[in-house]
């Protein structure tokens, strides 16, 4: 039998009481800038037991400002920006090449959280990134080793052989370069806090940067659910 999609998404609903915790949000207490608040949250969706909270969403626009998004990994967040890495010659590479701008979110239902940045995009020294991922495991390296990243796969055989090439190198050389290897590291100019409510008074804390002469402030201001 067919599945009905209306009827399942009618069926389905958010933040069952009986796995989501949704705790109380204070924008009064909330620090002055925002990675320390996304350092708490992170840690607070780790210890609630929410799945692979370090997976979040990047899009990026293309050279016509056609809009593009995917899964990646969370691979730093410190004072030189929001960390990611891919080759430079994938899709989000070339993306990033001729659009150096990117938004992230983070979804955590454990909690009902959710986390939004966005910003400029530069690219690490080249030994930042592959100190980045050799510090990473085996079938990262092996995956990177495979490369060929977004080409046409003519098929899983060739995909096989390519892979297994990979792996025997990586377990070999783990310290094997991989020259289009790119850590990104996007500069937030805006980010936003979200705090699920069962009443759906949810709350909405934004922060945007503000460049200053002598240095830079981050503003704040709530925003409607």
């Known amino acids: 039998m067919a599945t009905d999609l209306h009827e399942l998404l009618r069926s389905l609903r958010v933040w069952d009481p009986k796995v989501t915790d949704l705790p109380s949000f204070e924008p009064a207490t909330a620090p002055a800038t925002p990675l320390p608040l996304f350092a708490e949250w992170f840690a607070a969706a780790v210890a609630a037991g929410q799945t692979e909270p370090h997976t979040m969403s990047l899009a990026t626009s293309d050279e016509s400002g056609l809009p593009d998004v995917r899964i990646v990994m969370l691979h730093g967040a410190d004072a030189d920006g929001w960390s990611f890495a891919s080759h430079a010659g994938s899709r989000k590479g070339r993306h ?130």
Do not use: I, K, M, N
Not at 112 to 140: E, K, M, N, W
Not at 215 to 224: T, V
């Open 96 to 225: 990033l090449a001729a659009r150096p701008y990117a938004a992230l979110g983070f979804y955590w239902p454990v909690l009902g959280r959710q986390v939004r940045v966005r910003g400029p995009v530069t690219a690490a020294p080249s030994g930042d990134a592959q100190g980045d991922l050799h510090a990473r495991s085996t079938g990262a390296l092996a995956a990177a080793l495979t490369g060929r990243q977004s080409e046409v796969l003519p098929s899983l055989d060739d995909l096989a052989r390519a892979s297994q090439s990979a792996w025997e190198r990586a377990s070999r050389e783990p310290e094997a370069p991989v020259p289009s290897w790119t850590l990104y590291r996007l500069r937030a100019e805006e980010v936003e806090f979200f705090q699920g409510d069962e009443r759906r008074r949810h709350v909405r804390l934004r922060y945007r940067r503000e460049e200053e002469q002598d240095g830079e402030e981050w503003s704040r201001e709530l925003l409607w659910p």
